[in-house]
């Protein structure tokens, strides 16, 4: 079974950037699509971007579009997520997820099997 571990998480001031990082265990020829998605304090798990096994196809949910950017190295088994121009409401625990099942690219966690443990983004003003 797969597993993915994210790192890169930290505390940036607003308007800074980051760069988070998942790295699987394993060559990545078997999951459809990974995606990141974020949970704030008292909030829903919430879709972010995601990215097709070739990396030909991206998606973004409108809160991050143009200010995120998902990309991957099928060589390291790694998708990144490189985050500029951070707002507050960027605050959350971010997840790295596989999808190895659904096939189609899903803004829906249910939709994605493997996931990460997390790491932390804080944002302060």
């Known amino acids: 079974q797969v597993q993915l571990v994210e790192s890169g998480g930290g505390l940036v001031q607003a308007g800074g950037s980051l760069r988070l990082s998942c790295a699987a265990s394993?060559?990545?020829?078997?999951?459809?699509?990974t995606g990141w998605f974020r949970q704030a304090p008292g909030k829903e798990r919430e879709f972010v971007a995601a990215?097709?096994?070739?990396?030909?196809?991206?998606y973004y949910a409108d809160s991050v579009k143009g200010r995120f950017t998902i990309s991957r190295d099928n060589a390291k088994n790694t998708v990144s997520l490189q985050m500029n121009s951070l707002k507050p409401e960027d605050t959350a625990v971010y997840y790295c997820?596989?999808?190895?099942?659904?096939?189609?690219?899903?803004?829906?966690?249910?939709?994605?099997?493997?996931w990460g443990q997390g790491t932390q983004v804080t944002v302060s003003s």
């Open positions: 997820a596989a999808d190895r099942n659904y096939g189609s690219v899903s803004y829906h966690d249910r939709e994605y099997d493997v």
């Open positions: 394993e060559r990545t020829s078997s999951i459809y699509y």
């Open positions: 990215i097709s096994r070739s990396g030909s196809n991206r």
